[in-house]
C-alpha cells in the first residue's frame, strides 16, 4: 500500500477523548449548581440520547447562524438527558448550567489526547504527508484543538456543522478532499475514525482508503467488520 498525500483523522474517540465519562464531566459542572448525580446514569443518558439525536449539521444555514444552531443542539441533547435521568428539575435556571456546561467541554479540561497520538502525528509529518481533522462536531473544536496544542500538526479541519452534512454523508468527505486538490485522486488519502459506519464505511463509499480504529478492541459485529482495515492504535500505521 503506498504512501497518502494526506490523512483524515476523526476527532473525538481518534485524537482526545473525555476524561474519564461524558457522566463525570457533567457532574462536575452541576456541582457548582448544588446538584448531585449520579455519574453512570448520566453517562448512560448522554450515549442513548446522542445515538438518537440527528447528526450534528444544519443544511443551508447561513454561516452567521452556524454557532446559535450547535448551542440550541447540545442544549436540546443536554435537556433530554437530563430529564431521562430525572435530574432536570433539580437546577433551579437549566439555561445557566447549560451555559457553564457548554463553555466547560470549549476548554481542555474534560478532554484528553490518546497517548499514541503525539507519536503518530510526529511520524506522519516527518514523512511529509498532510495532516487534517475531519470531524461531526461543531466550531468549538477549533479552540480545543488549539489549546490541546495539536493545531500545528493540521493543515485542514472539516467539521459538520460548518459542512451542512455529517460523515457518512459524502459531501463532508468531498469537501475534505477539495480542501486538498484530492477531489479527483480520492485513492491518495487515507481517513482514520473509531466508528465503522459514519468513519470507514463513510470514507470507502467516495474511494478513500479507510482504517478502523477499534481502540477497545470490541468484537467484530459481522463479517464487513471482520474484514475492514482496523488498527488498534494509531502508530499501528
Same mark, same amino acid.
Given at each position: 500500500?503506498r504512501s497518502?498525500?494526506?490523512i483524515?483523522?476523526?476527532?473525538v474517540?481518534?485524537v482526545?477523548?473525555?476524561?474519564?465519562?461524558?457522566?463525570?464531566?457533567?457532574?462536575?459542572?452541576?456541582i457548582?449548581f448544588?446538584v448531585?448525580?449520579?455519574? #453512570?446514569a448520566?453517562n448512560?443518558?448522554?450515549?442513548q440520547?446522542f445515538q438518537?439525536?440527528?447528526?450534528?449539521?444544519?443544511?443551508?444555514?447561513?454561516?452567521?447562524?452556524? /454557532?446559535?444552531?450547535?448551542?440550541?443542539w447540545?442544549?436540546s441533547?443536554a435537556? @433530554? =438527558?437530563f %430529564? #431521562?435521568t430525572?435530574?432536570?428539575?433539580?437546577f433551579?435556571n437549566?439555561?445557566?448550567f447549560?451555559? #457553564?456546561?457548554?463553555?466547560?467541554f470549549a476548554?481542555?479540561e474534560?478532554?484528553?489526547?490518546? #497517548?499514541?497520538?503525539?507519536?503518530a502525528l510526529?511520524?506522519?509529518?516527518? @514523512?511529509g504527508?498532510?495532516?487534517?481533522v475531519l470531524s461531526?462536531?461543531?466550531?468549538?473544536?477549533?479552540?480545543?484543538?488549539a489549546?490541546?496544542?495539536l493545531?500545528?500538526?493540521?493543515?485542514s *479541519? =472539516? *467539521?459538520?456543522?460548518?459542512?451542512?452534512?455529517?460523515? /457518512?454523508?459524502? =459531501?463532508i468527505?468531498? $469537501?475534505a478532499?477539495?480542501?486538498?486538490?484530492l477531489?479527483?485522486s /480520492?485513492?491518495l488519502?487515507?481517513?482514520?475514525?473509531d466508528?465503522?459506519g459514519?468513519d470507514?464505511?463513510?470514507?470507502?463509499?467516495?474511494?478513500?482508503?479507510?482504517?478502523?480504529?477499534n481502540?477497545? %478492541?470490541?468484537?467484530?459485529?459481522?463479517?464487513? @467488520?471482520? $474484514?475492514?482495515?482496523?488498527?488498534h492504535?494509531?502508530t499501528?500505521l
Amino acid at each position: 500500500m503506498r504512501s497518502p498525500q494526506v490523512i483524515y483523522l476523526d476527532a473525538v474517540g481518534t485524537v482526545f477523548g473525555v476524561r474519564d465519562s461524558v457522566g463525570e464531566q457533567y457532574a462536575k459542572v452541576a456541582i457548582d449548581f448544588g446538584v448531585n448525580l449520579d455519574e #453512570q446514569a448520566i453517562n448512560y443518558a448522554f450515549y442513548q440520547s446522542f445515538q438518537a439525536a440527528p447528526r450534528i449539521a444544519f443544511p443551508n444555514l447561513p454561516q452567521a447562524e452556524i /454557532p446559535i444552531a450547535e448551542y440550541k443542539w447540545w442544549r436540546s441533547l443536554a435537556e @433530554q =438527558t437530563f %430529564r #431521562q435521568t430525572g435530574d432536570f428539575a433539580k437546577f433551579a435556571n437549566f439555561d445557566q448550567f447549560f451555559n #457553564q456546561l457548554y463553555a466547560y467541554f470549549a476548554t481542555t479540561e474534560p478532554w484528553a489526547i490518546y #497517548q499514541d497520538v503525539r507519536i503518530a502525528l510526529d511520524a506522519w509529518k516527518k @514523512q511529509g504527508i498532510a495532516l487534517g481533522v475531519l470531524s461531526n462536531f461543531d466550531s468549538r473544536i477549533y479552540k480545543v484543538i488549539a489549546d490541546l496544542e495539536l493545531k500545528s500538526y493540521f493543515d485542514s *479541519i =472539516t *467539521i459538520s456543522t460548518e459542512v451542512g452534512a455529517a460523515k /457518512p454523508q459524502a =459531501t463532508i468527505f468531498k $469537501t475534505a478532499l477539495a480542501k486538498h486538490q484530492l477531489e479527483r485522486s /480520492p485513492d491518495l488519502a487515507w481517513h482514520i475514525g473509531d466508528s465503522f459506519g459514519e468513519d470507514y464505511e463513510g470514507a470507502t463509499a467516495v474511494g478513500i482508503t479507510s482504517f478502523w480504529l477499534n481502540r477497545d %478492541r470490541r468484537p467484530a459485529k459481522d463479517l464487513a @467488520q471482520q $474484514t475492514a482495515r482496523t488498527i488498534h492504535l494509531l502508530t499501528d500505521l
